[in-house]
């Protein structure tokens, strides 16, 4: 496998020819914030907070570097004015649905973003996906999955596929940045299978 040279903050790194600029990044030292990112999972971009700018051949541009493969010469610039505005416009809009979340609220701290700048609308998910595509390419279980689209798309857990195979595993909740996937289990137990609820809790009190 074929060695790759880019520059990344002014430094050189090397890398292979199949890392994204993300992985480039992580192996020399150099932290680039996502919330969607995983090492075991396939990259997703859904966060955008890993965006920084790139540079080839004197043009310059945003991408997401959890997405963006290496290439040789490449500049990479991780804090510019422009990355940095739009990772805290980010981090603030995130912030309307889950204001409590404690990587968010570091991040906000980090990069000076405003909690209260949008309205708020708390649903306590961030649609990372992190759950969803663990239990699929990890777990192949396929327990949990994306609903509807748009400002309605939410994750929910498939109960016929709960009921059998979370409780013995719940290896996703650790991956949540938020409380939301805890709280969504939880109601997917007591609503739709509560019978095995019920056996679990009198178990626990034995």
Do not use: W
């Amino acid at each position: 496998m074929s060695e790759i040279l880019l520059q990344i903050d002014g430094k050189d790194v090397k890398a292979t020819e199949t890392m994204t600029v993300l992985e480039a990044a992580r192996s020399a030292g150099i932290h680039i914030p996502t919330l969607c990112h995983h090492e075991k999972l396939e990259p997703y971009g859904g966060c955008r907070l890993c965006t920084v700018e790139v540079e080839t051949r004197g043009r310059a541009r945003l991408v997401a570097a959890c997405l963006f493969p290496v290439q040789p010469d490449l500049i990479v610039r991780t804090h510019t004015p422009e990355v940095d505005k739009l990772r805290k416009t980010i981090i603030e809009l995130l912030m309307a649905h889950a204001p409590d979340s404690f990587e968010l609220l570091d991040l906000a701290q980090e990069y000076g973003a405003d909690r209260n700048r949008f309205d708020q609308e708390s649903s306590f998910c961030l649609l990372c996906g992190l759950c969803v595509r663990y239990c699929n390419e990890v777990k192949q279980k396929n327990a949990i999955a994306f609903v509807d689209c748009g400002a309605k798309r939410e994750i929910n857990f498939i109960p016929e596929i709960a009921s059998q195979e979370c409780r013995d595993c719940k290896e996703c909740f650790p991956l949540c940045p938020t409380s939301y996937l805890q709280a969504a289990y939880f109601l997917t137990e007591a609503l739709a299978f509560p019978h095995e609820s019920n056996a679990a809790h009198a178990l626990t009190k034995k």
